[in-house]
C-alpha cells in the first residue's frame, strides 16, 4: 500500500511539475531568459560593464524586469523549442487561447519598444530626471549608449 501511495505522490508531482508557467525577462543588456517562478528579479549594469541580476535589488541602479507570459509547458521544452532553428507557431504546453494571448502580448511589447526606441532617436537631447527632480542631460556618448541599448531591447522583442 505504501509503495502504491508513493507512486501516486511520484506520479501527481511530476504531472504538477510539468504544467508549470514559464515567463520570460529581459536584462539590462538587452539578453533574454527563461524562469518558471515569478519571484521579483532586479538587473544593472555595473561601473565595469557587466550584467547582473537579483531576487533583490541589491544596487542603486538595479530596476524591477517585467515578467512576460511564455507558456505552460517546463522551462527545458521552452528553452528547446527557442532554440530550434525556424521554430514557429506555438510553443511546448500552450493552446490555441494560450498562443493568440502571447502573441498579443509580444506585438504590445514590441509596439511599446519601438514607440521608446523612435522617441529617444527622434529627441533632441536625451536626460533623466535628477533627484531633485531636475532635468539632467546625457552626453552625447551616454546618450548614444542609450539609444544602442534600447535598439538591442528593440530588436529582442520584435524578432
Not at 508513493?6 to 538587452?30: E, I, N, Q, R
Not at 527632480?133 to 539609444?147: P, V
Request: aromatic letters at 10%; a negative charge; charged letters at 30%.
Amino acid at each position: 500500500m505504501r509503495k502504491f501511495f508513493a507512486v501516486l505522490l511520484l506520479v501527481f508531482g511530476l504531472v504538477s511539475v510539468t504544467h508549470a508557467d514559464v515567463w520570460s525577462w529581459v536584462d539590462a543588456s538587452g539578453k533574454t531568459h527563461f524562469v518558471d517562478t515569478k519571484t521579483a528579479i532586479y538587473t544593472w549594469v555595473d561601473e565595469s560593464g557587466d550584467v547582473h541580476y537579483s531576487d533583490t535589488p541589491d544596487h542603486e541602479d538595479a530596476v524591477s524586469v517585467v515578467l512576460v507570459w511564455v507558456s505552460n509547458g517546463t522551462l527545458e521544452e521552452v528553452k528547446a523549442h527557442k532554440h530550434k532553428a525556424g521554430s514557429a507557431g506555438y510553443l511546448p504546453g500552450e493552446t490555441v487561447e494560450d498562443g493568440a494571448e502571447r502573441e498579443k502580448a509580444e506585438a504590445y511589447y514590441c509596439k511599446r519598444a519601438t514607440e521608446i526606441y523612435d522617441s529617444y532617436v527622434n529627441a533632441p537631447r536625451l536626460f533623466k530626471a535628477g533627484a531633485d527632480g531636475e532635468r539632467e542631460y546625457l552626453s552625447k556618448e551616454d546618450a548614444a549608449q542609450t539609444i544602442a541599448e534600447t535598439r538591442a531591447q528593440k530588436d529582442d522583442l520584435c524578432r
